[in-house]
């Protein structure tokens, strides 16, 4: 599947819908062509402007998909029109869905103490087919030498397809880019928060609030102290970056 790619500051968001995303994914399993898949929006891109190892990063994956409502609608300006929001609870959500008549293993890494377990539970009550291979919660560091083999060694017997990592942006991108190669998995999907709804920890915005793209005002509310810092900055720094790219007053070669 040749999947398009629109530049957001840089960034090639991939051109997408979950259905789309799905079929790709499928598509990848099936033929074991091993990736990373991103789920990126303002926050991933404004990261990667300072941090050209991200910005990398996200250009070499197997797809970025539009996380937020911002990223959808440069796509829609650019003239995707079939272009829609591919949230990460909900890409993980139908991937298990479609994974319960397709043979296909999953593994979820990352989360606090407890919190991929009680994921893995929460998923398989839900869809009962569903192949879980098993989780791990990593420390709050890079792992060791040890630890790394260890982990190494886990996968190679679990065998999973795909490889869930919930971890935080861009945490879990430079974990996905440097593990892939030495991981024994096909797909591995960071999908943030995801970890922390599914499990129940953190309440999920209502979905008009998703629609309408202001999940990032009912975040801010429930998590001022951790989140105040990248909303005041990245949002208003995106948006005038964006006015200045469809202005044309700077160009963002993807590289």
């Known amino acids: 599947?040749?999947?398009?790619?629109?530049?957001?500051?840089?960034?090639?968001?991939?051109?997408?819908?979950?259905?789309?995303?799905?079929e790709a994914i499928a598509g990848a399993v099936r033929a074991r062509r091993k990736g990373y898949i991103c789920v990126t929006g303002v926050h991933g891109v404004i990261e990667a402007q300072d941090d050209a190892a991200l910005r990398k990063i996200l250009n070499e994956a197997f797809l970025c998909t539009p996380d937020g409502m911002p990223t959808v609608w440069m796509g829609r300006i650019r003239g995707h029109s079939?272009?829609?929001?591919?949230?990460?609870?909900d890409l993980m959500l139908d991937v298990c869905a479609w994974s319960e008549k397709n043979p296909c293993r999953h593994f979820f890494y990352g989360g606090a103490e407890g919190v991929a377990e009680s994921l893995a539970e929460k998923l398989k009550a839900r869809f009962p087919k569903l192949e879980i291979a098993g989780t791990f919660a990593p420390p709050f560091r890079p792992l060791n030498a040890e630890e790394e083999k260890q982990f190494a060694e886990t996968i190679r017997t679990a065998r999973p397809d795909i490889?869930?990592?919930?971890?935080?942006?861009?945490?879990?991108?430079?974990?996905?880019?440097?593990?892939?190669?030495?991981l024994d998995v096909t797909l591995m999907i960071g999908?943030?928060?995801?970890?922390?709804?599914?499990?129940?920890?953190?309440?999920?915005?209502?979905?008009w609030m998703q629609?309408?793209?202001?999940?990032?005002?009912?975040?801010?509310?429930?998590?001022?102290?951790?989140l105040a810092k990248r909303y005041f900055k990245n949002n208003p720094?995106?948006?005038?970056?964006?006015?200045?790219q469809l202005c044309g007053l700077k160009k963002y070669p993807l590289e």
Not at 2 to 19: E, F, T
Not at 82 to 89: C, D, L, S
Not at 237 to 244: D, H, N, T, Y
Request: charged share 25%.
């Open 1 to 22: 599947m040749d999947i398009k790619r629109v530049n957001v500051l840089g960034v090639g968001v991939s051109v997408l819908n979950l259905r789309t995303a799905v």
């Open 82 to 89: 079939e272009m829609r929001r591919v949230y990460g609870p």
């Open 163 to 182: 490889l869930w990592v919930g971890l935080s942006t861009p945490k879990q991108e430079k974990f996905m880019a440097e593990y892939l190669p030495k």
């Open 191 to 207: 999908v943030g928060a995801a970890f922390d709804f599914h499990s129940g920890r953190v309440k999920q915005a209502p979905r």
């Open 211 to 226: 629609r309408s793209g202001l999940e990032w005002f009912y975040r801010l509310c429930r998590e001022p102290r951790r």
């Open 237 to 244: 720094l995106f948006a005038l970056k964006i006015a200045g």
